[in-house]
């Protein structure tokens, strides 16, 4: 399966850092901001579509892709890699990495505003007595693409309040439908699929404006990971398009300064 992977930044004696997207869109959400920051701070970074997403392969065939495929892909991105990375994960993304991270060396692990060893239940309860608007409009994304929904919710819910809505509507011709195999799976909880545990650095990274991982999935994550968690003010799920993109940025940056 060919893999559409965005490259930044110069080879380095630090780790090289793999960025992991999350539903509905691939490697493109980390180009906008992320990867150039990080290229300008010395990092080499990587940015992969999972298998159906993006540039990559597969596309026809998205609803028959499992966890375990999105898996494959990261560890295959991995082995490519002069060393061991640093697997920064987003959402669906950040469960995609915890599941690599248990299965081939890595650097460390940064999960941002990621779907906790939970799965997604916790998250599905508290859109649905919190959000329910959002719900309905990630089930009408994932069910008839991105002509079916009212992206007017989604920019109010998943970004900023001040985030421009001409904004929005330029990055709405990259977002596409989720692996309907995958989406169930997240329903589950991932204990098994994350076991045994390495003992590497981590952080968890979340925002208090985020209308789809609630806090305790943040809290859940960093207990079982042994990481630093940080909750941002004012930041929301999409953090990285977001008009906040600097604070979990350089938040992370701070992380991975620390690393060496």
């Not at 990092?43 to 392969?57: I, N, P, Q, T």
């Not at 995609?96 to 939970?118: D, H, M, N, T, W």
Request: glycine share 10%.
């Amino acid at each position: 399966m060919a893999l559409e992977v965005l490259i930044a930044g110069t080879p380095s004696d630090r780790p090289p850092l793999l960025f992991v997207h999350g539903s509905f869109c691939g490697a493109w959400i980390w180009a906008e901001h992320f990867l150039p920051f990080f290229a300008e701070a010395g990092w080499e970074c990587h940015a992969v579509s999972l298998r159906g997403h993006g540039g990559s392969e597969g596309r026809e065939r998205l609803d028959s892709f499992s966890l375990g495929d999105y898996v494959a892909d990261v560890m295959e991105v991995i082995r490519a890699c002069a060393r061991p990375p640093v697997l920064i994960g987003h959402s669906l993304g950040g469960m995609v990495a915890q599941r690599a991270a248990c299965k081939i060396s890595v650097a460390g692990l940064a999960l941002l505003a990621s779907v906790g060893p939970g799965g997604l239940g916790s998250a599905f309860t508290y859109m649905s007595l919190r959000h329910p608007d959002l719900l309905w409009q990630l089930g009408r994304l994932q069910v008839s693409g991105p002509e079916g929904v009212d992206y007017d919710i989604i920019r109010r819910k998943l970004f900023s309040e001040n985030f421009p809505a001409e904004l929005a509507w330029r990055y709405v011709p990259h977002f596409q439908r989720e692996s309907q195999a995958a989406a169930n799976e997240l329903m589950l909880p991932q204990w098994f699929n994350l076991m045994p545990r390495p003992a590497i650095p981590a952080l968890v990274v979340g925002g208090n404006r985020d209308a789809f991982i609630p806090y305790g999935d943040l809290a859940l994550s960093a207990t079982y990971w042994g990481a630093e968690m940080v909750v941002l003010d004012d930041v929301p799920h999409v953090m990285m398009l977001d008009t906040t993109w600097e604070k979990p940025a350089n938040c992370l940056l701070s992380w991975l300064n620390k690393l060496g």
